[in-house]
């Protein structure tokens, strides 16, 4: 009997010795949006335990409950992977609208700030002419 309980000891010892994968920390972040129609707008956001891409050595993870919604790129307004004319256009075509205006694109709405103004296209051409990562 003695020797059964060494051997399980020293089977379950061996089994913790080679798993090297561990979790030693984590945060809670927050996620959400507006939705709006007519005069009513509603924000809501949940907490989400590390949303977004994480990564250690060869591995990445991809979390929260939007997973590849994000804004890893905000300033391309088209979703082509590049950040050019045509985000340009967009942005121009609803430039000087606030959240509840016929013409208001919230995707042009870079700063999420319910307008699309200078600070949006300074944001857009500061990355001008480059790639989403």
């Given at each position: 009997m003695l020797r059964k309980l060494a051997l399980i000891a020293t089977l379950a010892g061996?089994?913790?010795a080679f798993g090297q994968y561990e979790i030693n920390w984590f945060t809670i972040d927050g996620g959400g949006g507006?939705?709006?129609?007519?005069?009513y707008t509603v924000s809501g956001t949940i907490g989400q335990p590390d949303a977004g891409i994480m990564g250690g050595g060869n591995y990445t993870l991809s979390g929260g409950f939007w997973v590849g919604?994000?804004?890893d790129c905000p300033a391309d307004l088209t979703g082509d992977g590049v950040i050019g004319l045509a985000d340009l256009a967009q942005l121009?075509?609803?430039f000087g609208t606030s959240l509840g205006d016929p013409n208001y694109?919230?995707?042009a709405d870079i700063t999420g700030d319910d307008a699309v103004g200078l600070s949006d296209l300074a944001?857009?051409?500061s990355v001008f002419g480059t790639s989403c990562p």
């Open positions: 061996s089994a913790a507006t939705s709006a129609g007519g005069v919604v994000g804004e121009i075509a609803a694109d919230p995707g944001l857009l051409l």
